[in-house]
């Protein structure tokens, strides 16, 4: 019998930050009760928000509140898979998997049940959705504060087989960012009770309709900056009928640490420390008619570290909501660029992305 586990906590304060999260309780709870639907035994929420508490008890789930302060993802794993003797475990972050459905859902739970030794994830080096058995195999890992490294640590550590879910928008997609939330709801399997959010369609529907124009038309260029994986490239070459430019930079970043260190380096950034953010995106028109950017490699190239609020002030392009003034400048030059672009965080150059090129064919079935 297989448990299914998620998580969620609060991202901010901020009004921007609870509007997310108002998006990242509703996409829980859908995958709570497909994840019911999809026969897992027992499902857990763990939070202490008492909102997502409300939405998640709803789909028939036990509400454990997180004890570690800081949260410290792997702890409160281990804490509960002891406490509720658990063996076989899937654990996903609210946010992740919007558009799985119970069919793969199903298929998840099935696999894991008919191996003794494995992890399955979305991703193995930074994963939102991990299951695996037996769970006991945390006890031989050094358990990782999030959830992205776990299923390495689990391979190289605890020994378990190790196999990646098939790519597609459902697995990749993690709404992270108002503009993962905005390409959500345009896709056209994204559930009503999502699809009705608000979801900044008013400030980034423009550029979205941009974007997929673009990539459904053949001679034009999209240029697609960040941490972008070898799947993505792969998809981008068989499913986009425009050309494609891409500049793959700091895979596994975070996980590494190498934001936090110092460490992370980028092409891009040496560029925008030379010429600054207009002369910056002026250039990278030079390049491409549309862009996606993963700007947290170039922000950690710069040292820049902004808080949640003013961060998705600047993915929404809202200039005057920021007061650190490189980050201001950088927004206001985003705004201005001479082409469609659209800033976010991985998952735009991974799981949103694919979500958007869906979404632009979709309205094309020829």
């Known amino acids: 019998m297989s448990a299914f586990l998620l998580f969620f906590g609060r991202g901010g304060s901020s009004e921007l930050e609870r509007q997310l999260d108002t998006v990242k309780i509703a996409i829980g709870a859908v995958v709570l009760g497909r994840a019911g639907d999809a026969g897992f035994a027992s499902l857990y929420a763990v939070t202490t928000d008492a909102e997502a508490s409300a939405a998640f008890r709803a789909k028939g789930a036990e509400i454990i509140p997180d004890r570690t302060q800081p949260f410290h993802f792997g702890q409160e794993l281990q804490r509960i898979v002891r406490e509720r003797k658990l063996d076989r475990v899937c654990t996903i972050g609210a946010g ?47 358990l990782p504060a999030t959830d992205n490294p776990l299923p390495r640590r689990l391979h190289q550590q605890a020994g378990l087989s190790s196999r990646q879910l098939e790519k597609s928008a459902a697995t990749l997609l993690d709404v992270d960012t108002p503009t993962d939330a905005a390409l959500l709801v345009r896709h056209p399997a994204c559930p009503p009770e999502l699809r009705v959010l608000q ?9 979205i309709d941009a974007l997929m124009r673009l990539v459904t038309t053949p001679d034009k260029e999209l240029l697609v900056a960040g941490r972008v994986g070898a799947p993505v490239w792969t998809f981008i070459e068989t499913q986009t009928a425009c050309r494609v430019r891409m500049l793959a930079e700091e895979r596994g970043m975070q996980a590494a640490g190498r934001d936090t260190s110092g460490e992370a380096r980028s092409a891009l950034g040496f560029l925008y420390r030379e010429v600054g953010p207009r002369r910056f995106f002026a250039e990278m028109g030079e390049l491409c008619d549309g862009m996606l950017f993963d700007m947290l490699v ?69």
């Open 199 to 207: 979801a900044w369609q008013d400030i980034l529907s423009d550029r």
């Open 96 to 142: 992740a998997g919007a558009l799985l459905t119970t069919a793969e859902l199903r298929v998840l739970r099935e696999d894991l049940e008919s191996s003794e030794a494995i992890v399955l994830s979305n991703n193995a080096y930074s994963a939102d959705l991990v299951a695996f058995a037996p769970a006991s195999a945390l006890d031989a890992i050094d």
């Open 298 to 366: 170039l922000f950690a190239h710069l040292g820049w570290r902004p808080g949640g609020e003013e961060r998705f002030a600047c993915y929404l392009f809202m200039s005057e909501r920021i007061q650190a003034k490189p980050l201001r400048e950088f927004t206001e030059a985003a705004r201005e660029a001479p082409f469609p672009l659209l800033l976010g965080g991985h998952t735009l150059v991974s799981g949103a992305f694919w979500t958007m090129v869906e979404a632009a064919w979709h309205g094309h079935p020829e």
